[in-house]
């Protein structure tokens, strides 16, 4: 007679780890930016102006030019044109010649001249004050009007460039495929009391640490909620060279 072994008593599987949403909940959306805040509670755009007028001509300058690019060229320009009527009496000829190290600076300085005229015919010179007005000066688009409303005239609106458009999609805050897209999501899913500064720590975010070529995973804040996977792991440290013996 054979003894009969008992039936092997098997433990149930262990749960299957929860898949998380490629897309951010409320609540880690409220913690991304709550740790932002405790970072760096007042951020700062980078862009060097005087008075609206010059705020607006600088972020004209800074398409696909580096803020830093755009500084060097305008300290000169804005000491000697901080005024649309200044700025217009130099002409086309005069402003490209201060804006020279900026890319596409021949367009830029027609449409520079071009706002100014059109600030002094429609506007007394002033700068508008709302997206429609804004984004019917040459060269002034959705963008540039976005950074100029939130900046100069407090508008909780978000500016999304190439920065956003990156942080957006890469952590799951704002998933989008085009910039209107990110734009729309942002300005839904970011919580009311961030929304004054969320482009301002968005954009340092992703200039400084969600950098395009390689994320800074290691050192990110918000690594441990954002849904970018590999993460970058941190950088390993060469051993110091043995020193060799003088021969
Ligand atoms: S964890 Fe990496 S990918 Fe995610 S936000 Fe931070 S730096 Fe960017």
């Known amino acids: 007679m054979t003894s009969r072994q008992p039936p092997a008593i098997s433990s149930p599987p262990p749960p299957a780890p929860k898949r998380r949403s490629r897309t951010l909940t ?118 540039t009007a976005n950074v100029v409303l939130n900046i100069f005239f407090g508008q909780p609106t978000i500016a999304v460039d190439t920065h956003l458009f990156r942080v957006g999609n890469r952590t799951g805050l704002a998933p989008g495929a085009d910039v209107l897209k990110v734009e729309l999501a942002l300005e839904k899913r970011v919580p009311k009391w961030a929304l004054l500064h969320a482009h301002h720590w968005l954009i340092l975010h992703g200039r400084y640490v969600c950098k395009a070529r390689t994320p800074e995973c290691w050192r990110c804040l918000i690594s441990d909620i954002c849904r970018y996977e590999p993460k970058t792991p941190a950088p390993v440290e060469k051993p110091a060279r043995a020193l060799l013996p003088p021969r």
């Open 26 to 143: 409320r609540a880690e959306i409220e913690e991304v930016f709550r740790r932002f805040q405790s970072a760096n509670p007042e951020p700062k755009g980078e862009l060097e102006y005087v008075n609206a007028f010059t705020l607006l001509v600088a972020v004209v300058l800074s398409a696909q030019a580096t803020d830093a690019g755009v500084n060097k060229a305008t300290r000169a320009l804005f000491a000697i044109a901080d005024t649309p009527e200044k700025m217009a009496a130099l002409g086309v000829e005069g402003v490209s010649r201060y804006i020279r190290t900026i890319g596409l600076f021949n367009t830029k300085a027609k449409n520079v001249v071009a706002l100014s005229e059109q600030l002094i015919a429609n506007h007394d010179g002033e700068v508008p004050a709302t997206r429609e007005a804004l984004e019917a000066l040459p060269g002034v688009g959705r963008k």
